[in-house]
């Protein structure tokens, strides 16, 4: 018997220019807000001066960087001194996750500690965050629409979450226009988080008929749009296409999870402070090699193995095509961005095996099609190192 639930954020807006129906929207959600951006508070002026004009005050935080522990620590501090009472996001992936880890604290007694996952209590959070927007300015993460905060602890090296249903945004935004500044190796590595976890979630054990049909959707739109974004960044129909990608990823992984890919990911993060984005692109055909064998060879009737195959259609546009298809072509699209093997991060065949026992403890492998072995995974890690 199937059984099944899906969650998403309270409300989403898509398409170009929506982002200019937010100040009225979080007029009416509190009266003061902590908005949240990147490295650079300017992108965000225009932003803050359309908040004030719909009557609201207005605080900045910056997350210059991957957000982590302490940082999102003072963010609490700061958004409670200052008694905001909404919180919007707007930028990538580790602004919007900040976030929703900040509007959670502010409306929830104790440390941070207390609810993260691994390295902390893992606490259930009680009451309902702050209402936070969710604002992306790049496609990728998904994180708009996802219920978790992926946070660095530099003390223990690595990448944990902060999770509950309670904290989807209130409000996603997902504008295009907001992503046609992105340089093209930001674009490469955010859009290759995106169709990984479109794929992930499309094999994964988790699965289920709605993520199902939207995995579909998006692994086509960033099957043909991930290479024309990148190399034609004014292209608004690429942009579009892969938002949307990004946006279908992160409503896939937050009811479907993720796999392998991911699971290698959060410790790699961690240990070595190298963004997301270009881990999963480094770590994504490997993975899929790795995996077509392993399912062949030890489960060939597996729904996983047919899965493969039927992406191996999608991204080739042929109804004959197979799963050795589909990982070609997205080696070719590997090729075409100039993802970089992680050697150029000073990587060494060394570092896998401290990676190995820690992707295990992450709750990411559970998701993987099959359960895989250390040679297997050593495999994975040594070619995304070398190639």
Do not use: W
Request: aromatic share 4%.
């Amino acid at each position: 018997m199937m059984k099944f639930e899906f969650a998403t954020a309270g409300q989403i807006l898509f398409g170009a220019g929506r982002i200019r129906e937010v100040p009225g929207t979080a007029a009416e959600m509190g009266t003061h807000a902590l908005l949240l951006c990147g490295r650079e508070p300017e992108r965000a002026a225009p932003l803050k001066k359309e908040l004030e004009a719909a009557g609201m005050e207005v605080c900045i935080f910056r997350i210059p960087g991957e957000p982590d522990t302490a940082r999102v620590i003072q963010g609490s501090e700061f958004a409670r001194k200052q008694q905001c009472d909404t919180v919007i996001a707007l930028g990538g992936g580790s602004v919007l996750d900040a976030a929703k880890a900040i509007a959670a604290l502010m409306r929830n007694s104790g440390d941070l500690f207390d609810y993260l996952e691994v390295v902390g209590k893992g606490r259930a959070i009680e009451n309902d965050p702050a209402p936070c927007i969710a604002i992306p300015t790049t496609a990728g993460t998904g994180a708009e629409v996802t219920c978790n905060a992926v946070l660095e602890s530099r003390k223990h090296k690595v990448k944990v979450s902060m999770r509950s249903p309670r904290m989807l945004p209130r409000l996603a935004v997902a504008d295009p226009e907001l992503t046609l500044s992105q340089p093209p190796e930001i674009t490469a590595s955010c859009g290759m988080d995106a169709l990984t976890q479109l794929i992930e979630a499309f094999v994964g054990r988790n699965a289920n008929p709605l993520t199902d049909g939207i995995c579909r959707e998006g692994i086509r739109r960033a099957g043909r749009s991930l290479q024309k974004a990148y190399e034609q960044g004014n292209d608004l129909s690429a942009r579009e296409d892969m938002c949307l990608a990004a946006l279908l990823g992160g409503l896939a992984l937050a009811n479907a999870k993720l796999g392998a890919v991911h699971g290698m990911a959060a410790p790699l993060g961690g240990m070595f402070s190298l963004a997301h984005g270009t881990v999963c692109a480094a770590l994504l055909p490997h993975v899929m090699e790795v995996n077509i064998r392993a399912l062949s060879q030890r489960d060939a009737d597996s729904p996983s193995l047919q899965r493969y195959h039927e992406i191996g259609k999608i991204l080739c546009e042929n109804p004959e095509a197979l799963a050795q298809d589909g990982l070609s072509r997205i080696q070719a699209i590997c090729r075409a961005l100039h993802i970089p093997p992680l050697r150029k991060f000073h990587l060494t065949e060394k570092d896998a095996e401290m990676i190995i026992p820690k992707a295990r403890n992450a709750s990411s492998m559970k998701g993987n099609p099959l359960m895989l072995t250390d040679g297997e995974m050593r495999e994975i890690l040594q070619k995304s190192i070398q190639e």
